[in-house]
């Protein structure tokens, strides 16, 4: 079934709330740079992957930002960004918008409003920003495992099998770790915990999965407490 | 009557320059030299001696030779290890100065174009975080990542024109006692063998020129800032990145088109984690049918993290499908150490890859039982506890 365009979906989602969003998104000191309005001429699609697998139109959702659609954008908020790849190929715009630029922050206000259609989206999705948030380093060679990418191939099986001694197979010094992918100092990993703290993203990921967030607040408050740091996450 | 000859003779003639002063934008070089003139930052300048390549508008990009700090891959190191381990093999065995540092952290945009449960400063402030870390060791930055790459290159845009942003991450890094500092460039680690490529096929020791090969130029590298993508009148007439393909041409390599060149991985950051079909979907129908149809590679190299991935991994599930698959898949540096005689499973690491590299390595002479079995021996010593780790000197014995 393709996307319901309509609206209706979101009917009983006030007015001025999906407008706030609107602004949201215009307000971030990168709009400006993204959107520049749009000739509705369809470059980005004919470049987007996504487009060619799902319902899915960097046109429309451009339109509908640049034409200040309220509802139209919230359906985009809600159903489509999640499709985006990400890839910037919508670069070419002849316009210089970023359609993919967009959409990023798109992504970022229905993340730090935790939408339940982000939620969903992010589903299954919370180990890799645990890693990425508390090791520093995003794919780690653990991660690989057979019933994690049973498309990949047996390799994969091997790969788990001989972990440890194909890490220590590795010439680089650096790459002797299997939960990290390279060998992260202590005092580095503080100064990201610092980052994640004076930026506000764990307010972020607070509103998207509680559970995460109570998990890192517990991993990295002890550490920064160790190193010195009066910092909590509440 | 119409001059035929003579316009032919022209046209021959003809060859695309570009003029740098008809760029639509401003030169990011002379806007952070600025900020450093005005006391927002300072710039770390490339270390001489440069390489210097020419960028999609004409203007002139340095590529540092040595003293590079190597900012290091999640996918890569975690998952494809010997495409850096094969990045540090070329720049020992060119006898090169380099630092392979544990003060660095992801630049965690994979997670961000995945997941955006992040924002414009937090990004900034880990790019400023790993930049400042790079300058206190004294050596320059060189990106291992296209995602890190493009990102950091964004992250650039945005420093430039947002005091507000430029202060709030000024401020952050103070916290930690860090300075703004700013790399003079912001340099691939694929720029860097476009930059030595000619040193690299002078210590070329396997002939690779009966291989024809496809590339893929990663979208984060030439789309994202593509102003800063390297490009030359020589490849492709000037009108596409020369990334890779001038490797492969300077390895005597036959460089194949084909019609879906332009298109991306199908990566997709979060589809690649959690939305495989997509991903898998997109990299058969769309990149490695496309290239066997019409380009009949040995073999497909690329140059980022997400690409080497999906493009490889992808094909194991379409075989069941009958797809039209089958296509060894692996990265410029591996290609290149390999080209210079890297030993495929101590350096290259194949066999964390999931296509199946023999009938290419076989076609350029490679014994392959005979390789794997010298891996095997390597580790067998690791299991038995007779040696902690491979060595550097273990891959060249
Ligand atoms: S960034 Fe998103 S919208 Fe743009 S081309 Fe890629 S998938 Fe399509
Ligand atoms: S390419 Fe640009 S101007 Fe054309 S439809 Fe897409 S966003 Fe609008």
Redesign the pocket.
Known sequence: MGLDLSGKQYRKVPYEEKEALLEEVKEDLRFGDYMY?????????AACPSARFYDFS??KI??SV?REDVDLFYVFLNDSVWDCSQCFS?D????Q?S?GGLITLMREVAVKHGLASAQEALEGYGRVVYKIMSTGTQVSPDMLQANAFPDWGPHVKDIAENLDVWRKALPPETLHTTEASWKVDEKTLIELYLIWHATGVMDMIKEVDEGLFMILQDVMEERLEDAGYDVTFD | MIPHQAIMNKAKDRKFERNPDLAPNADYHDLVDQLEKDGEWEVQRVPEPYIEVQTKFGRKKKIPLQTTWHHKSCGQCGHIPGYSTSVFWINRQLGLDYHDPTDQTSCTAWNYYASATSNAAAQSAVAMRNFAAADESGYFPIIHCGTSFGHYKETRQQLIHSEKLRHQVRDVLKMMGKKLVMPEEVVHYSEWIHAVRDKIAERQVIDMSKIRATIHPACHYHKLVGEDAIFAPEIYGGQRTAIITATLIALGIDVKDYSTWFDCCGFGFRHILVSRDFSRSFAVQRKIEVMKEEADPDILITHDTGCVTTLDQSQFAAKAHDRNVGLPVMSDSQLAALAMGAHPYKVLQLHWHSTDMKPFLQKIGIDTDKAWAEFEEAVAKLRSGEKQYLTWEDCDE
């Open positions: 309005g749009c000739y509705d001429c369809g470059i980005c699609v960097p046109r451009a339109q640049a919508c070419r715009c002849p316009r918008n359609p």
